[in-house]
């Protein structure tokens, strides 16, 4: 689809479950508000909606559950499609998948949600949402994205009134539904999340991540997501067996307003998609890093459509690799991430994108060969000697020399290109 | 459907009705209200024309002269003409994939794809056109005339089992089109006659072809093609015809007559169908098909409303104007008389036409969707794409020069008169730059007709009818190098053409027309 939908990282193993993706791209305003769920109709439009009041200068996320229409437990609904319409001061809009099944009174209302808040703990993966004004847009291929019946939803806006007035701020959404029999594929979303950027005062960076697909896939659509300090984004295929692609199938300067890959790109498995964001801060006086105010922080994500569906935690990319843009090795970074609070060490099993600053400057700082054998090490340590790494030290060390030997050998063994 | 558009556009815009058009409608105008020569028609419509091979202008000895040429209506006895030809037309294409043409159909750059032939239905056309003396020298005539072309056209959507090759030049077209015409002629001076014609042309057209959604490197038609509809109505197509015709002579005459026309600017709407090009909808499943339509408020998109009240649609087909001048010499029966009248004073005669038609006017195929509430915000449902704001197919066509030689022999005095006819005419296509809505090659024609004469009263009554055929060769419009230039699909996204041409090949035709005809002399 043209509009980008959003990504967002959503879970799994340790690294690899990302933020949910505050801020993003696309736009959808959704549906209705959801109290009784009405029965589901093939052909269709399910609408739903998000207002609230936002003060003067006040950036704020706002959520509300939405529900999908009922239907026959066996039966699910497909989307083959959606529209739409943001309000001035709407940076972006999620949709997202729940954990929640039971629907409740008062489910329905606007709450404050920003990735801290209990509400997003529900949240698992996005399916949609943009940020440019209007969007509208069907999958193409009779592609269609699946729905259970009465399938729990949160609608998750991010709001910024620069404005010297209360205002009010909207996302409306309207999808469009298809009966089963004119789908031809089930579509899923890649939610690529990069938890790792550092730029320093008054500098330059670029922040880098691969992805290596496990199955076939027919890739529709791909939109970069970043902030206000992105001046450029590239995309690109490696395809398997095949020297690392120096085009990009995508690329956009802009990275507020940013353009959309649309086509029909055959990725067989094994295929890689790396993407790259540069970022110039030029003004600033501290270091910018991944983060959710679209204002202080900076984000580098690409989301994308695609056919058949995959399971969530490979749409999310748990096996996330190629982050390095420096030259330290694997055991190099292992210390340096060993130098950092023990307070910034991220949490992704849980759904929390927040990492540290400077976690993120050692990961950026390190080669690019590195995150794809110091992952699994960090997996590992946090598997087997989470108690023992509790707090940095020799117990720690003594348990993944013990434990996790594999893995740091590994990481030992990996070289960074001279 | 089609009724519920032509309300909407009626509500809007009076009279114009409007018809269902389709995207890449590029194509398609079988006919045009021309007359020489021109690229969309064969010579020529009449009883007496086509049966000389066109060589007529000199000779306008029939009402049709209000559409050829209007100067000959000044001396001919009041009379009625009716006349119908069936246009039989074999038109082939063989498509080579350009070099840079990536799409992901099986068949490498520089390939050739199965051969496709267009199957269309023939439709009789015709007219109807009266001449009305006043006074020996002035004459008035109206009729209701039509283009000499081939109304209808039908390539596969699918060859071999997959979508078909010349698909994004043309699937279907049909284009009906009807001149109401007056004429007045008189006599200026002993033997030169000035006539003028003035048409109000209506046309309908309905063309459908397909266009790809993006413009990306191995992408299967399957899932990128859109099939595309555009049907259209312009009501009003401006056409003069001035005229001159000389007795210099009892044995010489000269005719020549110029056309101008003004070109087809039909609105209607285009219905848009998504996975039209699929193999489940080549073995006639179309459950996956997703239809839209621009005369419908939410263009077949439930929810949206971009589509307004319809008309949504611009087709411009440019015209290209035409002349000839021809010389007849004629071996009278008797010294002239008024009215003239061949059958009745001549014992044969022999025709020599030059024709010129400026076809290279027609630079484009235009088609334009500026939407309801603003450009290019026409979705196409089943895509993330919208209708491009500028759909316009480039064409290449340059101006043909055209001879024909024609004459009658009176067999059977005031009873029978045959004839016949031959004519040749320069190749008006640049190859690679044309589209299939016409035979462009370079074409040489055959003609063969007679006209049977019934009195029906003492004073001069009478009623003719007559037949005709004509056997119309066109040499191979041919570019078949991959690395040719040529026509570009038009395509769903930015900038809305490939890169690549698509009406590499060859492409075949020929023509045949059967004719009849009937005619009164009150």
Known sequence: MKAGWPHSPSTTMSLASLPRGSSVLVALALVAACQASPAADPGSVVAFSLEAELAAGQEAHFCRYVRMPDGPPDQRLFVRGGRHDLADGTHHYLLYRTRVTAWADGMDRVVPCDEHEAVMKSATSYVTGGQTPHEDADFPAAAALAFRPGEILLLQGHFVNASPRARTVRVDLALRTAASSAVEHEAGVLRYYNPFIFVPPRGKATAKMACTLKKDITLLSAAAHMHARGVAYRAYVDLPGAPPSEAPFYTTKDGLHPTFYAGFMALPAGSTIRYECDYENAAGERPVVQGLSAEADEMCMLSAFYYPAMAPEDEACEDMSGHGTGTATCLDTVACLEGCPVSERPDFSSGDPRVGACWQRCITSSCPAVTGALFPELACTAAKCAAECAAMGEPCRACVIERCAAELDACARTACAP | ?522
Not at chain 2, 142 to 147: E, L, Q, R, S, Y
Not at chain 2, 415 to 441: I, M, T, W
Request: with cysteine; hydrophobic share 45%.
């Open chain 2, 1 to 522: 459907m089609r009724e519920d558009r032509v309300r909407a556009l009626r509500r809007r815009r009076f009279v114009r009705a409007s018809i269902a058009w389709s995207l890449a409608a590029t194509a398609t105008i079988a006919a045009s209200p021309a007359a020489a020569s021109n690229v969309f028609e064969y010579p020529e419509q009449g009883s007496e024309a086509l049966g000389r091979a066109g060589a007529w202008v000199a000779r306008a000895s029939d009402p049709i002269a209000i559409a050829r040429n209007p100067a000959g209506l000044a001396g001919q006895p009041a009379r009625g003409s009716v006349g119908y030809d069936l246009a039989l037309r074999a038109m082939c294409f063989t498509r080579v994939k350009a070099a840079g043409d990536v799409t992901a159909d099986g068949t490498a750059p520089g390939g050739v794809y199965p051969r496709v032939c267009d199957s269309g239905t023939p439709i009789p056309i015709g007219y109807v056109a009266v001449a009305h003396p006043i006074t020996p020298r002035l004459a008035i005539g109206a009729g209701v005339v039509t283009p000499s072309g081939v109304p209808r056209t039908a390539f596969p959507s699918f060859a071999s089992g997959a979508a078909s090759p010349q698909r994004y030049l043309l699937v279907e077209s049909t284009t009906l089109m009807a001149i109401p015409t007056i004429s007045a002629a008189y006599e200026a001076l002993r033997g030169l006659r000035v006539g003028a014609s003035l048409g109000w042309g209506i046309a309908w057209v309905s063309s459908s072809a397909a266009a790809p959604g993006v413009i990306e490197g191995a992408v299967r038609p399957a899932d990128n093609d859109v099939k595309v509809r555009v049907s259209a109505l312009d009501l009003f197509v401006p056409r003069a015809t001035l005229g001159a015709h000389w007795s210099a002579s009892s044995f010489v005459e000269l005719g020549a007559s110029v056309m101008w026309s003004d070109a087809i600017v039909a609105r209607g709407d285009a219905v848009t169908e998504a996975n039209a090009f699929t193999p489940r909808a080549a073995s006639g499943d179309t459950s996956r098909v997703v239809r839209g339509d621009t005369s419908r408020r939410d263009c077949g998109r439930p929810g949206s409303a971009a589509c307004g009240d319809g008309g949504n649609a611009e087709l411009t087909v440019p015209l290209p104007a035409t002349a000839t001048v021809g010389v007849r010499l004629r071996v009278p029966r008797r010294t002239a008389s008024a009215p003239r009248d061949p059958i009745d004073d001549e014992r044969f005669d022999l025709e020599l036409d030059v024709t010129w038609s400026d076809a290279s006017s027609i630079d484009r195929i235009g088609l334009r969707f500026p939407g309801a509430l603003g450009a290019g915000t026409i979705p196409v449902p089943g895509t993330a794409g919208n209708l491009p704001p500028n759909a316009d197919s480039p064409r290449r066509y340059r101006d043909v020069v055209g001879f024909r030689l024609g004459g009658d022999l009176v067999v059977i005095p005031r009873r029978l008169s045959l004839r016949a006819g031959a004519f040749h005419e320069s190749r008006a296509a640049v190859p690679g730059h044309v589209g299939l809505e016409a035979l462009s090659g370079r074409r040489v024609g055959l003609a063969i007709g007679a006209t049977a004469r019934f009195p029906v009263r003492e004073q001069g009554g009478a009623i003719d009818l007559s037949i005709g055929y004509l056997r119309m060769f066109v040499a191979d419009v041919a570019s078949e190098s991959p690395s040719a230039s040529g026509v570009p699909a038009i395509a769903g996204t930015a900038p809305y053409r490939t890169p690549w041409p698509v009406g590499l090949g060859r492409i075949e035709g020929g023509l045949d027309v059967l004719h009849v005809g009937a005619a009164y002399r009150f």
